[in-house]
Structures are given as structure tokens and as C-alpha cells.
């Protein structure tokens, strides 16, 4: 855990909170146990924390936090946190909110953006689910959308999202995972029809 | 009596919740150091500009926006814009500004059309539209009359013939209809219309027409169709909502734009923007080429919707897009409401209660 991370990261999240109307940044840490290193990356968010007082922040210990996510998860808001803890808590709320199969995400640095599926488990997919082509496409189609919003190209971002928040709604098109019995082309058939 | 009053306002807020609350889920990633700050220009101007471009200025420090403005004193009866703010915009790239009086005759020409001229202001745009809340004669119009900035009947060349003008009117012509697909393309429009008088007109216009043909058989996915002028006129009053992006050279674009805001809600409540290769300035999207009345400036009574809307359109230019949707549900919010309107829109509130109530809408 170094200073220079923990504070970059920081300053990623709140400013993404910023950017975005987002109301409420949790460091989610263990700094009782780990008191120096996850100790380095609360002073981090505390300090970043100042330079935005309109943006609430409180801190949640991952226990703990994992707890809540599982019963309480509409207290969460934007969520910051070092490593190892990100990918379990990422993992456990795409599950609880629909699945990885849906989950949108990406993965930003100072010069390049590289999107892909938001959560995903440590897998790429079982054996079936390849043979049957029947994964679930949302969750690129949407992180696509979100790159299209950072490529600057908004209302085709929308229009794309706008697709699938509908096919999903309508229900008639789903994978596996979402309870259904679609292949990937179906869906994404249903999408194209529902662009135009 | 009582229940039915009960039961319309809930319904209100309901309809406002589901209407007005929709927030983005998906969201935009930015890149690390986008929320840093930007300076804009600001020139508050004649008239009512100094009243509404003080309502932008209240209304992006509620939201603590990430700009920050450098304000001008520029006025119409100035010999010309003071290198000092041409400047400034250079270097933001981008103005918001309230109209600049014109004076009559006196060989002063408009500081607005010089401010254009000298950053190279090509389109001029103005969106006209529908708010929900103000009931008008037509209901779906949502037209955005795109106008060439700098050529035409307002460039002073109108007695040169030589090869030079007619190239220059041909480069006018083309970029112009460039930007006019573009937008199209960028905003999910699905139709361009050129307004014209080629009948009578037949170089100039008919320049106009051949950029406007050429650049349509490179975006196959947008219906064009072209519109005599006149015709154009008597259609917006009478069937608005078959238009959607028009675009024009510059006189009929005056034209056409004023009457298009004054049959969607008036030139009170239209956004709009002038935008070049390399800067942009938006202000108040038609203003009958007026800065407003001695008594809406006595009574501070102007409306500073079409500014505020503007000055969103501006936040998305900077990419700024949850600040800009903020600014406009809470604009829309208030219009739907009733409570707090100018005297254009038939009520009586003053500048400020209009301010004060966009500032309680915002969330």
C-alpha cells in the first residue's frame, strides 16, 4: 500500500462522485487489523475528502461492510477501496443488484480507458455457456455504452442503453442467468430491434 | 373540492418525480483530473444581460459547478469588443454573454455580429421547444434552427463580384451544412431541412442548396429535404412539428429562428450558441434583437430561463453532462410547477423569485 495509490485513488473517487451527482463516498478498509497500510489509505480518502465538502464520506470496516451489502445495500453509494477488498465487494454487489452477467465497468488511468465487463467472478464463462453461445452480452453492451459516454458521444450512449434497459424490462429475451433460456444472439437480435 | 386538489398535486409530484427525477445509472467514467475547474468568459452586458448572466452565476455556485468566470464590461456603444476579453476567450474558448445593445445608424456596426466575426463563429444554433408547462398553439415542436454566422446578406460584401466572393460563399456554405449533418448525427435527429429562396436567388442560394445536396449523400442515415423560404414561414406557424434541424444561411436563419422561438414559447426560454473551429460563446438563443425593455430592466422582471438553459448547453460543451442535466431538471421543474414565471410566460414574478426557485429545485 503505498501513499502515492491510495491517494490517487482517492481523488478518483470524489471527483468521480463530483462528476457524476453522486452524494456519498465510503472508504471501505481494515484499518483496526491493518493499521499501517489500510491506515495510509484512510488518511488518503480524509484529506481528498476536505476538498469536497458537498460530497458526504464515512468509512466501513470490510467485514462489516460485506454484512451490509448483503441487507442493507441501498445505504451504499460510491464506494472506494484498496485492492483486494475492491474485487470481493465489487463481486458481492454486482451479485446482490442481478448478477455479473449485467454489471457494467472499466478500468481508467491518467492517459487510457480499457472497458469490459464490470464484475466477473474470476471466470470467463463455463464450458456450456460457451458450447450453447448462450452468455449474457448486457453487461458489455453496457460498459460499451460507457465508453461511448467517455469517447464523448453521448446520445448515442443513451440511445444504446436506452435499447437494453427496454429488452430487459420487456423480458421475453433473457439469458440463462436472468432466468431465461436465450442465446446471446437472441438478445442481442432483440436489442437491434428495439434500437430502431 | 378539497380531495380533487389533493389528488391533481399528487399526481403532480408524481408525474415530476417520474419525469424529472430520472437519473443515469450507467454513468460516465471520467478521466482522472476532468473535475478540475474551467474558466469561462463572462460578458453580463445591455439591458437584462446583467440580470441573467447574474442568475447563471448564482445558480453554477449552488451547484459548486467546476467553472469559474472572468467577467467583462462590454457595451453596444463601444467602438468595438475590447481586445482584453477577445483575449480571454481565446484562451477559455469559451463566453457566455448577454446581448450587447445595437445602436441605430451612426456607422457603429453590432458588436455581437464583430465578436462572431473575429473568432470565427460559423453556426449559430437555437434549439425551440416544447416546455412542458407552457401551453402554446403547437404542441411536439422540438426544431433547432442551425444559421450561418458569418457570410451573406450580413457580411457587407453584397456589392462585391469577383471570383473570391462567390469561393468564400461556397466555403460558408459547405462548412456550414457540415455542421448542421454533423449535429444531426451527434444528436440523434433524424431529418435536415435547408431553407432557401434558390428560385430567386439562384447563385448564392443555390451555393447554398449544392453544400447542403453534397454533405447529405454523406450521411445516408438522415432524411434532407429543402424548404423555400417563404413557404418555410407560413409552415412554422401552421405545422412546426414536421421540422427538426433547419439549416440556413444567415439572414432567413435570423428569421426563422426568432419565429420558431416565438410559436414554441418565446424568446425568453430558448437556449442557444454560436460555435467556431475553436471557441464557442452561447447566450440566449433568439432575442428579436432586443436586450430587453426599459421596465424589464427597471422592475428586474427578466426571465433568465433561456440563459440558464443555455448555460447547460455551455456545461455539456465542457463535458460536464450530471452538472448540465442537473441545472435543466431543476429549469423544467420550476416551468412545470407554475409558480414562479416571468412576465413572457404570463406571470409576475421578478428575476430573482424565478433564481430562487430553480436554486430550491436543485438536487
Not at chain 2, 416571468?342 to 426557485?357: F, M, N, R
Amino acid at each position: 500500500m503505498t501513499k502515492f495509490c491510495s491517494e490517487r485513488i482517492a481523488k478518483y473517487a470524489f471527483e468521480y462522485a463530483y462528476l457524476n451527482n453522486r452524494k456519498t463516498v465510503t472508504a471501505v478498509h481494515k484499518a483496526n487489523i491493518m493499521k499501517l497500510a489500510d491506515g495510509l489509505f484512510l488518511e488518503s480518502c480524509r484529506q481528498v475528502a476536505t476538498k469536497y465538502p458537498s460530497i458526504k464520506y464515512n468509512e466501513i470496516i470490510v467485514d462489516n461492510c460485506c454484512m451490509q451489502l448483503v441487507s442493507k445495500p441501498e445505504q451504499f453509494n460510491v464506494m472506494v477501496t484498496p485492492n483486494l477488498y475492491g474485487n470481493l465487494v465489487a463481486n458481492t454487489a454486482a451479485g446482490i443488484a442481478g448478477g455479473t452477467g449485467v454489471m457494467p465497468g472499466g478500468n481508467v488511468g491518467a492517459d487510457h480507458a480499457v472497458f469490459e465487463q464490470g464484475a466477473s467472478a474470476g471466470n470467463v464463462g463455463n464450458e456450456k455457456l460457451l458450447e450453447q453461445k448462450k452468455a449474457n452480452p448486457v453487461a458489455l453492451l453496457l460498459s460499451s455504452a460507457m465508453m461511448l459516454r467517455h469517447l464523448q458521444f453521448p446520445s448515442f450512449a443513451d440511445r444504446l442503453e436506452t435499447a437494453v434497459k427496454r429488452v430487459i424490462s420487456d423480458g421475453k429475451y433473457m439469458t440463462k442467468d436472468l432466468g431465461g433460456a436465450s442465446t446471446t444472439q437472441e438478445v442481442v437480435d432483440a436489442v437491434i430491434a428495439t434500437l430502431h | 373540492m378539497a380531495s380533487k386538489v389533493r389528488s391533481s398535486s399528487t399526481l403532480l409530484k408524481r408525474f415530476l418525480a417520474t419525469r424529472l427525477n430520472q437519473s443515469r445509472s450507467v454513468t460516465y467514467m471520467p478521466r482522472p483530473g476532468d473535475g478540475a475547474p474551467r474558466a469561462v468568459t463572462l460578458i453580463p452586458g445591455d439591458g437584462i444581460g446583467p440580470l441573467v448572466t447574474g442568475a447563471v452565476e448564482q445558480v453554477m455556485e449552488a451547484m459548486h459547478a467546476p467553472v469559474y468566470f472572468e467577467k467583462f464590461e462590454v457595451h453596444g456603444d463601444m467602438k468595438a469588443v475590447p481586445p482584453a476579453v477577445i483575449e480571454s476567450i481565446r484562451k477559455n474558448k469559451v463566453c457566455l454573454k448577454g446581448g450587447l445593445a445595437t445602436p441605430m445608424g451612426g456607422g457603429v456596426s453590432s458588436l455581437n455580429v464583430q465578436l462572431r466575426k473575429e473568432l470565427d463563429l460559423y453556426a449559430s444554433l437555437v434549439n425551440c421547444f416544447n416546455l412542458p408547462g407552457i401551453t402554446t398553439r403547437h404542441d411536439n415542436v422540438d426544431i433547432v434552427v442551425i444559421r450561418e454566422n458569418t457570410e451573406g446578406e450580413y457580411s457587407g460584401l453584397e456589392h462585391e463580384v469577383v471570383p473570391g466572393v462567390v469561393e468564400s460563399l461556397k466555403f460558408c456554405s459547405e462548412r456550414i451544412a457540415k455542421y448542421a449533418f454533423e449535429y444531426a448525427y451527434l444528436n440523434n435527429r433524424k431529418k435536415v431541412t435547408a431553407v432557401h429562396k434558390a428560385n430567386i436567388m439562384k447563385l448564392a442560394d443555390g451555393l447554398f442548396l449544392e453544400s447542403c445536396r453534397e454533405v447529405a449523400t454523406k450521411y445516408p442515415g438522415i432524411k434532407y429535404n429543402e424548404i423555400i423560404v417563404d413557404n418555410c414561414c407560413m409552415q412554422l406557424v401552421s405545422k412546426p412539428e414536421q421540422f427538426d434541424v433547419m439549416v440556413t444561411p444567415n439572414l432567413y436563419g435570423n428569421l426563422v429562428a426568432n419565429t420558431a422561438a416565438g410559436i414554441a414559447g418565446g424568446t425568453g426560454v430558448m437556449p442557444g450558441g454560436n460555435v467556431g473551429a475553436e471557441h464557442a460563446v452561447f447566450e440566449q438563443g433568439a432575442s428579436a434583437g432586443n436586450v430587453g425593455s426599459g421596465k424589464e430592466v427597471e422592475e428586474k422582471k427578466a426571465n433568465p430561463v433561456a440563459l440558464l438553459l443555455s448555460s447547460a448547453m455551455m456545461l455539456r460543451h465542457l463535458q460536464f453532462p450530471a452538472f448540465a442535466d442537473r441545472l435543466e431538471t431543476a429549469v423544467k421543474r420550476v416551468i412545470l410547477e407554475g409558480r414562479y414565471r416571468t412576465h413572457d410566460l404570463g406571470g409576475t414574478s421578478t428575476t430573482q423569485e424565478v433564481v430562487d426557485a430553480v436554486l430550491d429545485a436543485l438536487n
